[in-house]
């Protein structure tokens, strides 16, 4: 049984593509305010916003409890619109031995099509899939495009 796995879907927002990759790839600190539920706080360790290179802390919640991510951007692919996050540190390595968290967002008429995809490898077998955070990767997207809207 392999222990690499990958998930992927697409969600289809009103704001426009280049917003919502705006967000993503330089301004992810804006999550705390875009959902204080969800995301506690962004904070950038090394480099600059929306430079490749660059770390960055999340701490967030998910079924009322606390965690922490630390991940690298591994890529922003301007031309596609594409964020690759690569987690370095936190709690999902205590699961995972890798894990990358690909966001797109791709132009649909006056919409926009996010792309989420993970890649991982779990520690073991008996580790799930990460189905809870995939969800709330696209509920955040949601909650994004809510707020992108009414701004």
């Known amino acids: 049984m392999s222990l690499e796995g990958k998930l992927s879907a697409e969600i289809l927002i009103v704001a426009p593509h280049h917003e919502h990759h705006g967000v993503w790839s330089g301004r992810p600190h804006h999550f705390s ?22 770390v960055i802390e999340w ?12 991940e690298v951007v591994e890529s922003i692919d301007e031309e596609n619109k594409a964020v690759t996050f690569k987690v370095i540190d936190g709690d999902l390595l205590k699961e995972y031995k890798s894990f990358k ?3 797109q967002s791709i132009p649909k008429g006056e919409a926009t099509w996010v792309r989420w995809t ?9 580790i799930p899939h990460p189905f ?9 997207s949601e909650e994004l495009d809510d707020h992108l809207v009414q701004a």
Not at 132 to 140: D, G, R, T
């Open 33 to 54: 305010n875009v959902s204080p539920g969800k995301i506690k706080k962004v904070h950038l360790h090394e480099g600059d916003w929306g430079s490749v290179g660059s």
């Open 132 to 140: 809870k955070v995939f969800e709330f990767a696209i509920h955040l």
């Open 101 to 103: 968290a690909i966001v």
């Open 59 to 70: 701490h967030y919640v998910i079924d009322g409890k606390d965690h922490v991510a630390k």
């Open 118 to 126: 993970f890649e991982y490898e779990k520690l073991n077998k008996d």
